[in-house]
């Protein structure tokens, strides 16, 4: 249950808040956080598998595909925060859907794994590969991942829509953090936490 | 044969009638000053009597939910499938109470029952009654039951209605909502199907203003009409061609106007069994009862400030091909239960049986319904 990433997300998430969580899975995430944060909200999850799990675990969970918008169901401004954890990647527009989220939250948390992980480089550059990692376990053909970024890619995107970075945490796929992976995170960390909001 | 009725049935089952000689005011403005409910119940009631649940009937069901009246019964109750021990809606569990509504034709108190006022039969003077009389009347009937809380109150379609209804009306009396393929209001589409329906039974020659039964007859043809236009509805494009495609009934064209295929053969039969079961003013007031409801109305027409009291958490699922509830109008409901902060899931099941999918045993569908009942 101790996930770091877990662990990261709900330090920076204030007791008593409300959040919405953004391909929510079998509703861990969510669940932790109100066992340890007090927080209420919603789940929005596409696969109906992951569904059952979530209502099984009381969770409210909203059967959908962020991909079609969520002004569908929320108004703006309505959450404390929207977290989206290792799905970014599988959007259709993910410049579209951090501003969305943005739009129904103060604040946004994503978590995704960095395509500028040394061994993705290695594996592209040097052997000419689509890289295969415990992050990114799917190959080319049959992968949910239709966006891959770098964290310097995501940081300029935030840029661009005038988002400001509050938190940011790099860790390997192990979900712990390392000393290169601080020094250098963009070549030797595998998977990224930011906290951001609106300028 | 005997071995039909499976453990996993309910088994052999009563109606029973109670007499509620309380004053209903209704929203039309008359009053019922005492009326009859039939009902079933499966279970038990627990000591604590926190264990019962209420079904909730669309148009054309009735108390009859589950098990069989007696061993040479051809079907069980119309949703056998959900109820019974084991099931979803399990009786080892829970005390499930099905009634039906006021102003069916079934054995409660409408328009084919007698006005103890006038002893004369009510026909078309019985009034008409809306969702929020229904609700009014199974709160009655869970008084007589001893029932201070539902666990959870349960509808597809126009039950899901009373379901909402339910939780706006009663909120200290509900605990759990589960509204499937269901809407806060109709769409003027759907309002407009009830019409062709309603003018198809009014224009009938053996109508007669609805007092046919005073005539021996019964207006056969509109009420066929109706409910094949309703059972049209109720199926998928998809569900239909995979049903009964083009098919012949008898493998040739027979360049007339009977019946050539399959399709119209199958939809005779069921007006043809639907006359036989089901009261032509009955009919009329269940479809006024759905063109009616609206909760928002009251609420400057934001639904969600109708939620803004209810204390229920909320199951809403509804089905890819069902159009004549759609899956938008259950957006609508979650999108306004969302806003009213309240706690709601929403599943969205895939099936290609159309509306009449909330009948069917699909097995997401049952496992949604057994995931949100292990909460309740």
């Known amino acids: 249950m101790d996930r770091k990433d877990f662990k990261i997300i709900s330090e920076w998430i204030k007791k008593d808040s409300t959040v919405l969580d953004l391909g929510c899975g079998d509703s861990t995430l969510l669940k932790y956080l109100i066992v340890n944060k007090n927080v209420s909200g919603y789940g929005f999850e596409k696969n109906i598998q992951k569904v059952q799990e979530s209502i099984k675990k009381n969770i409210n969970v909203i059967q959908a595909d962020f991909n079609i918008g969520l002004e569908k169901y929320f108004n703006s401004n309505f959450f404390d925060y929207a977290i989206m954890t290792q799905a970014l990647q599988e959007n259709k527009n993910p410049d579209h859907i951090i501003l969305e989220m943005l739009r129904v939250a103060r604040e946004g948390i994503v978590t995704f794994p960095n395509m500028g992980f040394w061994r993705n480089r290695f594996q592209l550059g040097f052997l000419g590969r689509m890289p295969v990692s415990n992050a990114l376990p799917n190959d080319w053909y049959n992968t949910p991942n239709i966006h891959l970024c770098t964290f310097s890619d995501f940081e300029n995107l935030c840029k661009s829509l005038e988002i400001t970075i509050i938190e940011k945490k790099v860790l390997n796929d192990k979900y712990s953090s390392n000393f290169l992976a601080k020094l250098l995170p963009n070549l030797f960390g595998e998977i990224a936490l930011y906290k951001f909001k609106k300028e | ?376």
């Open chain 2, 1 to 376: 044969m005997t071995n039909k009725i499976n453990d996993n049935s309910v088994g052999i089952v009563k109606s029973k009638t109670v007499e509620i000689k309380q004053n209903l005011k209704l929203d039309c403005g008359k009053d019922l000053k005492n009326f009859s409910l039939v009902y079933e119940t499966y279970g038990e009631l627990n000591s604590e009597k926190n264990n019962a649940i209420l079904i909730c009937h669309a148009l054309s069901g009735d108390h009859h939910a589950a098990g069989y009246y007696n061993i040479d019964d051809r079907k069980p109750g119309w949703w056998d499938s959900c109820i019974g021990p084991g099931k979803p809606f399990d009786t080892n569990k829970f005390f499930i109470v099905s009634l039906n509504n006021l102003g069916g034709c079934m054995g409660s108190t409408g328009p084919n029952t007698i006005n103890s006022e006038t002893g004369l039969e009510y026909g078309p003077d019985f009034p008409i009654v809306t969702v929020n009389d229904w609700v009014n009347s199974q709160k009655l009937l869970a008084d007589y039951l001893n029932i201070n809380k539902w666990a959870c109150v349960i509808g597809g379609s126009l039950g899901g209605m009373q379901a909402l209804q339910w939780t706006i009306s009663y909120p200290d009396k509900i605990k759990n909502a589960i509204v499937i393929a269901s809407a806060a209001k109709l769409s003027a589409q759907n309002i407009a199907f009830n019409e062709v329906a309603r003018q198809a039974i009014i224009t009938d020659p053996e109508f007669h203003d609805g007092r046919y039964n005073n005539y021996n007859v019964v207006p056969k043809r509109g009420l066929s009409i109706a409910r094949m236009l309703g059972h049209i509805t109720y199926l998928s494009d998809d569900s239909m061609r995979q049903k009964f495609g083009r098919d012949l009934r008898e493998g040739k064209l027979h360049f007339g106007y009977d019946v050539d295929f399959q399709v119209e053969s199958y939809l005779r039969y069921q007006a043809q069994a639907f006359v036989e079961r089901f009261d032509a003013n009955t009919y009329l007031l269940m479809t006024k009862a759905l063109d009616y409801f609206d909760p928002a109305k009251e609420y400057d027409d934001d639904l969600s400030k109708a939620f803004q009291n209810t204390k229920s958490r909320y199951l809403v699922v509804s089905f890819t091909s069902d159009w004549r509830f759609s899956s938008s109008k259950s957006h609508e409901i979650v999108k306004s239960l969302v806003k009213a902060r309240k706690n709601v899931s929403y599943s969205e099941i895939e099936a290609n049986h159309g509306h009449d999918a909330f009948l069917m045993p699909i097995p997401q569908y049952l496992e949604v319904l057994r995931n949100f009942m292990e909460n309740v």
